[in-house]
């Protein structure tokens, strides 16, 4: 079992950045790709970002593409997503989830562990 803990959410003014960081526990995430969804209320779970299990390969969504950085430390068990440029648009809960392979998949039958989610709100 793997339990992913999310934290680094909050109220943040537009234009305003943010970095999210995703914990692992229980068991070792260094080879396994991870990634980053979001859902708002109201609209369906979507892709946000994703990293290979080196790092060597990271994957961006259109909308934060230019404005986002994966990264990880897998010395610490440890995802980021720093996200720069909010937008209220951004509003959601984000989550981390690890994928089922050593690569970075896009959607979520791709990942089979998830976090709880941290709240990003972004006011206008």
């Known amino acids: 079992q793997v339990q992913l803990v999310e934290s680094g959410g909050g109220l943040v003014q537009a234009g305003g950045s943010l970095r999210l960081s995703c914990a692992a526990s229980?068991?070792?995430?260094?080879?396994?790709?991870m990634g980053w969804f979001r859902q708002a209320p109201g609209k369906e779970r979507e892709f946000v970002s994703a990293?290979?299990?080196?790092?060597?390969?990271?994957y961006y969504a259109d909308f934060v593409k230019d404005r986002s950085i994966i990264s990880r430390d897998n010395a610490k068990n440890t995802v980021y997503l720093q996200m720069n440029s909010l937008k209220p648009e951004d509003t959601a809960v984000y989550y981390c989830?690890?994928?089922?392979?050593?690569?970075?998949?896009?959607?979520?039958?791709?990942?089979?562990?998830w976090g709880q989610g941290t709240q990003v709100t972004v006011s206008s």
């Open positions: 990293i290979t299990w080196s790092g060597a390969s990271t």
């Open positions: 989830a690890r994928s089922v392979t050593r690569w970075a998949g896009r959607t979520v039958g791709e990942f089979d562990y």
């Open positions: 229980g068991r070792t995430i260094s080879t396994y790709g």
